[in-house]
């Protein structure tokens, strides 16, 4: 594996780490810039927006720039973002920065991704991709009780300034360990880069993405007040509990990368069936404490994990070009948004049960979704008894049936 692929890890870790910053500093934060937790609530809100809305269009504009200055320069938009986090007098200021942080993250990933794969064999792409993902999954783990701490120790102000202190140091470390590549779809311009999305293929290959991390984060955007008041964990069990399901979704990734490129659908489809599974025993035996850890632990397992080979399959009915990413990248976080406003909703009517419900009833459309490439590839197998079918936007071609 590419040594570059693990620098770029350090970079998404940088941007999760700040994203998820606020939502561990609220009440600090709210005290700071004298406005309500709510309104703290909103520059998350504002940040996923600008990530889902905003990352693309900054992709566009660095269509006709190679990777490597395109990493840098969202680098420093990025830094220019948390330094003005770090100081910003007002609640108007904080959210300019969170708009700023939200676009250069969003077209970071999407960037990072690309070199990941112009980096890697083709047999190895979706291990590669596990490997760079793998900065998400530490930013989950370590990146919110590492800002939680930070802030509680020396102030909200003092972790963005950590956070730009981080940024600073996988700047320099993709400096010196990323090579200079050209532009993955070659010297096609903004044509070739969207002329990718007329195939439908594609976008139903985004929607079942959605669908899967929509499900995961209907459950754990609630977890915690699920754990508390209804399983009956006391509130300082809870960080542990998140500790544990951060480290599953690292094993699960881990997993799935070494999955992704041979059996991407098998390994999608299976995901989903397991989530559903789990997101519907946790609501099922919520107030059970052994039963709960395990269906929270097994969410954990099968849900954002699927990232990989998620990819890989985007990647493969598209083309693996820092645009595509970047779009899968808003839709996924398209995912977080539904999930997690639509689980405060029917928590309103039905109670802290229900976003596990519907986590369930999303994951179940994500196997719908499914159905059209299931029923295409066995076409495919009947009309070509004793082959495998390849997968045409593949550059391998080799996911077995």
């Not at 070199?115 to 490997?131: H, T, W, Y």
């Not at 969207?194 to 195939?199: I, K, L």
């Not at 397991?274 to 632990?297: D, E, K, R, Y």
């Not at 539904?338 to 689980?343: H, K, P, Q, V």
Request: charged share 10%; net charge positive.
């Amino acid at each position: 594996m590419p040594r570059a692929v693990y620098v770029l890890a350090i970079g998404i870790f940088a941007m999760v780490t700040s994203e998820f910053a606020v939502g561990g500093l609220m009440p600090q934060m709210a005290g700071g810039l004298g406005v309500t937790i709510s309104q703290i609530g909103y520059l998350i809100t504002a940040f996923a927006v600008a990530m889902s809305a905003g990352g693309p269009l900054m992709t566009v504009a660095l269509v006709r720039i190679r990777p490597k200055p395109a990493l840098m320069l969202l680098f420093a938009v990025f830094l220019a973002g948390n330094v003005l986090a770090a100081v910003a007098p007002s609640y108007a200021v904080m959210m300019v920065a969170r708009v700023i942080t939200g676009v250069a993250s969003q077209a970071f990933f999407g960037v990072a991704i690309s070199v990941a794969v112009q980096l890697s064999r083709p047999e190895v792409r979706g291990r590669a991709l596990a490997v760079v993902l793998n900065g998400l999954m530490l930013g989950t783990l370590l990146g919110l009780p590492l800002s939680t701490l930070i802030g509680g120790q020396f102030g909200w102000r003092a972790a963005f300034w950590a956070v730009g202190a981080l940024t600073v140091l996988a700047a320099l470390a993709t400096t010196a360990g990323v090579p200079g590549l050209g532009r993955a779809g070659g010297d096609g311009g903004f044509r070739q880069e969207t002329a990718v999305f007329r195939n439908g293929r594609l976008w139903l290959a985004l929607s079942t993405s959605t669908l899967i991390i929509g499900a995961t984060f209907a459950a754990f955007s609630y977890l915690s007040p699920i754990l508390t008041q209804v399983t009956g964990f006391t509130s300082g069990a809870v960080p542990l509990l998140l500790v544990a399901y951060g480290a599953a979704t690292v094993v699960g990734n881990h997993v799935v990368g070494r999955l992704a490129d041979r059996h991407t659908i098998r390994v999608l489809l299976s995901g989903l069936i397991l989530n559903t599974v789990f997101l519907a025993g946790f609501a099922l035996f919520a107030h059970l404490s052994v039963p709960a850890v395990i269906a929270m632990l097994g969410v954990g397992l099968v849900g954002v994990t699927m990232n990989p080979a998620m990819a890989v399959r985007v990647q493969r009915v598209g083309n693996p070009g820092p645009l595509v990413n970047t779009v899968h990248a808003s839709f996924i976080t398209l995912g977080v948004i539904i999930g997690s406003s639509a689980g405060g909703l029917v928590i309103d009517g039905f109670g802290l049960r229900a976003p596990l419900w519907l986590g369930a009833g999303l994951a179940v459309l994500g196997v719908v979704s499914l159905l059209p490439e299931l029923g295409r590839r066995t076409a495919a197998r009947a009309s070509a008894p004793g082959r495998v079918a390849p997968c045409p936007a593949s550059p391998a071609g080799q996911e077995r049936p």
